[in-house]
């Protein structure tokens, strides 16, 4: 198929490619991408130039009806944001759709860049002024993309509502896993902060290190399968900084369970756990929310994490939610639950 | 031995065929996530053999017959190459296409593989290459398989020295501190022409001459 591929790249898109600055120069190579853990999966497949150190297209593929709505979600999502010029240098440009044999394929340019997540893997970003450094890149983004998609407000999680996801922690779990005084906690919190309103904007859906790419000077994101508009802004950033905490190598090469990982980001004290603190509270006050009432975001985010279909478009395969079901007791049940100061 | 039963990125190797429904492909070796995909396909899926402990004259002895479109070889497991290619490309059609894998005999990470694989059959690319051209193939592409050939989540153009670099660059994910270690190492074997060393496997995809190709 890779062959058909090509030959259709060179025969029947030149002339798109061409209005997008894109140049083709065959012999093309093809370098796949995948991933080994999911049942319905993805494809990736880098377009490389004849002697060219960096990939031109990307033709992310896909023969399963529920990815091909995923991949069409981000095609549309991309066709829209490119249209803010702030952001459509950091994200990949639409080229077009192809059907080939029962294959649906996305055709996008390329974002150069390394991940983020590829850095702490490889225990590059490991220093305090690297991380600060990504944090603010990846809230500079977010600010970015809420600006341009701004579309009035909703209304402060209230206190029925913060019952009603409890709930529904109840009805998978068997329990919330949370204790009751903390359960009163937010309850307070949420009547206490009834009158603050939360931006209405776009949500990326899946903004973790690994779809974060840096390169000298220049940012992308990626992967915009999980997109969401009008929603709230805040699950992207608690995700960011989660994920972050999940895969930074806080033992060297030395394992590190998620449950450990994410009590040193955001239980335990130490620089990197005081770093994600002083992001989300400086992102947060930007938008004027206070810190207490962040708090009540976060774990709100980690209820909506846990609960299989609280997330409309999550683009996560294979399920993470008993991952994040665990990670909320976590902080629920720490004596020191650190948002909560 | 013990059957692997094939994996996921493994099913992926359907993707370096021209494959349409209806037709029919032949599979060697244990590749189920593969052969229940290419079913649902639409093709017709003979197995070969599901044994890899089989002896060859087992194997090699399914039938004598012209007829299948593609084969697909996910993993050699046989020392005699030339003899097993030439019952190979007595299965295709001509015109076939045939997609099969090596365990690397060149590679930088043989020192580091455990005891069983250390005894799994390795052939070098060009002697793959040559094996092929000799049993009445013509190689059409090759691609280094990262991380194993039997779980090959990225497939690499072994023909394109930038595409290697960027790899190794852009994606290569080391799993411990001498794989991660190797990473400048490898960016200048990629760059100096030695990138077949760089991975445990690779797989080749092979066309079977025609007669006009013979005339040709």
Same mark, same amino acid.
């Given at each position: 198929m890779l062959n058909e591929i090509v030959e259709i790249l060179g025969r029947e898109w030149r002339d798109v490619l061409i209005q997008s600055g894109i140049e083709l120069r065959p012999p093309l190579s093809i370098l796949k991408i995948g991933n080994d853990e999911l049942t319905r999966r993805k494809v990736n497949l880098l377009v490389f130039n004849h002697h060219e150190q960096q990939p031109i297209l990307i033709l992310r593929l896909t023969q399963i009806d529920e990815q091909s709505s995923f991949l069409e979600r981000e095609y549309e999502t991309l066709c829209k944001l490119a249209k803010h010029e702030s952001l459509a240098s950091s994200i990949p440009h639409p080229l077009g759709l192809l059907e080939l044999q029962g294959t649906l394929i996305v055709v996008e340019s390329v974002v150069p860049g390394v991940s983020i997540f590829l850095y702490l893997h490889r225990r590059k970003h490991i220093r305090p002024f690297l991380v600060k450094q990504d944090f603010e890149l990846a809230c500079d983004f977010l600010h970015e993309l809420e600006r341009v998609t701004m579309d009035g407000d909703l209304p402060f999680p209230d206190a029925g509502m913060v019952q009603d996801k409890l709930e529904q922690l109840c009805v998978n779990?068997?329990?919330?896993?949370? #204790?009751k005084d903390y359960q009163e906690q937010l309850l307070k919190i949420a009547d206490e902060y009834r009158s603050l309103r939360l931006v209405r904007c776009a949500r990326h859906? +899946?903004?973790w290190p690994g779809n974060f790419l840096v390169s000298s000077g220049r940012i992308g994101v990626i992967d915009w399968e999980g997109f969401t508009y009008p929603d709230d802004l805040f699950h992207d950033i608690f995700f960011f900084t989660s994920t972050y905490a999940l895969f930074y190598p806080w033992h060297g090469w030395g394992s590190c369970s998620p449950e450990e990982a994410f009590s040193l980001g955001f239980?335990?004290?130490n620089w990197l756990s005081a770093r994600i603190k002083e992001t989300l509270e400086r992102f947060f006050l930007k938008l004027n929310i206070p810190p207490r009432a962040m708090c009540l975001l976060f774990i709100l985010f980690l209820i909506e994490m846990a609960?299989?279909?609280?997330?409309?478009? +999550? #683009?996560? +395969?294979?399920?993470q939610h008993e991952k994040w079901f665990s990670l909320l007791k976590i902080i629920a049940q720490s004596k020191n639950p650190f948002l909560a100061k | 031995m013990n059957l692997t039963e094939g994996s996921y990125a493994q099913a992926d190797l359907r993707f370096l065929l021209p494959l349409t429904a209806g037709q029919s492909i032949g599979v060697l070796g244990d590749a189920r996530p593969l052969v229940s995909i290419l079913e649902e396909n639409g093709l017709s899926v003979t197995?070969?053999?599901?044994?890899?402990? &089989?002896p060859l004259s087992i194997v090699v002895g399914v039938g004598n017959h012209a007829d299948l479109d593609h084969i697909i070889v996910p993993e050699f497991f046989h020392d005699s190459l030339g003899s097993c290619l030439t019952h190979i490309s007595q299965w295709l059609k001509p015109g076939g296409w045939l997609l099969i894998g090596f365990h690397n005999s060149e590679s930088l990470y043989r020192p580091l593989l455990k005891k069983d694989a250390k005894n799994k059959p390795r052939f070098s690319l060009r002697k793959c290459t040559r094996a092929l051209e000799k049993s009445g193939f013509r190689v059409v592409c090759y691609y280094g398989t990262y991380d194993k050939l039997q779980n090959p989540r990225v497939l690499i153009p072994l023909d394109n020295k930038p595409a290697v670099d960027y790899f190794f660059r852009s994606i290569y994910t080391p799993i411990s501190r001498s794989l991660a270690l190797l990473q400048p190492l490898a960016l200048l074997l990629a760059n100096t022409g030695f &990138? =077949?060393?760089?991975? =445990?496997g690779f797989v080749i995809v092979a066309r079977r001459e025609t007669h006009r190709d013979h005339a040709e």
């Open positions: 779990y068997g329990s919330t896993g949370i #204790p859906g +899946d903004y239980i335990e004290r609960i299989p279909s609280a997330i409309k478009n +999550d #683009p996560r +395969d294979p399920p | 197995s070969l053999s599901s044994c890899l402990d &089989q &990138q =077949r060393v760089l991975f =445990r």
